[in-house]
């Protein structure tokens, strides 16, 4: 089944704690992003990848580093996460091509005490 | 600041009514798409645009992308229960590789 996967999907932690939340898909995208959503605010691109060691900056990228390694894997780290990253937090990918679909992992819901 | 704006914000209608969602921006993109999103879970895609002027229809859903690529609308006809959802829209602006996201239309359908 094509998929977009994320672990974990509910985590509590300490401010200062580092902490990874992995993401993997299983359909060869080149395109693959982290997203945040708030209330109110919509989704907000964090970082996007567009192949295998290419990253760049979305949106709101501080706080945060991504790697990509694999194709199929695009981690995001959070070195030392703070209050104000408490949020729910989406890994996507996609083909290149403007009609191409975005697909969308779980989600992960993040508190940062 | 928002690059796309969705209006209205919320919108509570009963069921058979028609209703209108609007996305805008002043910025010009290449390809414009809309999700529908359920409590807990990810977005997904209902529909993508590429063409200024294009509709689309899908049953009962209309979208149109604005002839000048900056804005759309998603027209929804005869509303169900099982429309009620977060409607984003989302772009890909006409230059570099960012997506941005609306900030959401929260419906619910009465019935």
């Known amino acids: 089944e094509a998929q977009v996967t994320q672990n974990p999907r509910y985590l509590i932690t300490v401010t200062g704690k580092k902490l990874t939340v992995t993401c993997s898909q299983n359909?060869?995208?080149?395109?693959m992003s982290w997203y945040r959503q708030d209330p109110g605010l919509g989704l907000r691109q964090i970082y996007y990848?567009?192949?295998?060691?290419?990253?760049d900056k979305g949106d709101v990228p501080e706080g945060y580093k991504v790697s990509r390694k694999e194709k199929r894997n695009f981690p995001l780290i959070l070195e030392s996460p703070s209050p104000n990253q408490t949020s729910l937090y989406f890994c996507?990918?996609?083909?290149?091509?403007?009609?191409?679909?975005?697909?969308f992992g779980p989600g992960t819901r993040l508190l940062v005490l | 600041t928002q690059l796309l704006e969705q209006s209205p914000q919320f919108l509570s209608i009963q069921e058979g009514e028609n209703l209108t969602v609007y996305c805008n921006s002043s910025s010009v993109f290449s390809s414009l798409q809309w999700y529908r999103q359920e409590p807990g879970e990810g977005p997904v895609l209902l529909v993508t645009?590429?063409?200024?002027?294009e509709v689309k229809k899908l049953k009962r859903l209309t979208f149109q992308f604005g002839d000048a690529r900056k804005d759309s609308s998603l027209h929804i006809t005869a509303a169900q229960p099982g429309d009620t959802g977060l409607y984003l829209c989302a772009g890909k602006p006409n230059t570099g590789n960012q997506f941005y996201f609306g900030t959401g239309t929260s419906l619910t359908v009465i019935p």
């Open positions: 359909m060869n995208h080149e395109y």
């Open positions: 996507a990918s996609r083909p290149w091509g403007l009609r191409e679909t975005q697909y």
């Open positions: 645009v590429v063409t200024g002027g």
């Open positions: 990848s567009m192949n295998v060691e290419v990253t």
